[in-house]
């Protein structure tokens, strides 16, 4: 089962991507888990690892669910090692700590050799030729 944010009147857009009522480019999901890449990348293949129930920060999701998370994370870290060696695993918890949607997530962050990405002042969106070729290379086995 599939649950939003406890009230409805606080929306939540990765809720709605769970519920296919907004796109992502899903590149895995399961049956509790799923990973999609970000609209405004730090670097190429930037992705999100999520889980379907809504919980605000890892430590409001029960075990098993923390324990689904992390296995998935794993299978998305394998499918980025198609793009690069290396990359940044990252999660924001707390405003003050940069989260901005307060809807767990992993961040897996190829780097490519690039000065720090973070500090980037601007992040272009994602365009759609770039997110149909990095599906087709991240999305199935
Ligand atoms: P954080 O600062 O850790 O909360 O990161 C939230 C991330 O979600 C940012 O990197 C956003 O670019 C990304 N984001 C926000 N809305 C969407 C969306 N609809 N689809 C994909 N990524 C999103
Ligand atoms: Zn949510």
Redesign the pocket.
């Known amino acids: 089962m599939v649950t939003g944010p406890s009230r409805a009147s606080e929306k939540c857009?990765?809720c709605?991507?769970v519920a296919r009522r907004?796109?992502?480019?899903i590149i895995y999901e399961d049956e509790g888990t799923m990973a999609?890449?970000?609209?405004?990348?730090?670097t190429r293949g930037?992705l999100?690892v999520i889980p379907k129930h809504h919980g605000a920060r890892l430590t409001d999701l029960p075990f098993e669910q923390q324990t689904a998370l992390v296995r998935s994370l794993d299978e998305v870290c394998r499918r980025v090692e198609r793009l690069t060696d290396d990359y940044n695993v990252?999660?924001?918890a707390g405003a003050r700590a940069?989260?901005?949607?307060?809807h767990v997530?992993f961040?897996v962050i190829p780097r490519y050799g690039e000065s720090n990405p973070f500090r980037a002042t601007s992040?272009p969106p994602?365009t759609e030729l770039e997110a149909r070729t990095l599906v087709a290379e991240l999305a199935g086995d």
């Not at 999609?36 to 730090?42: A, G, K, M, T």
């Open positions: 857009v990765f709605d991507i907004s796109p992502a480019w999609f890449l970000d609209i405004f990348p730090f930037h999100l990252a999660l924001n940069g989260q901005i949607v307060f997530h961040h992040r994602l």
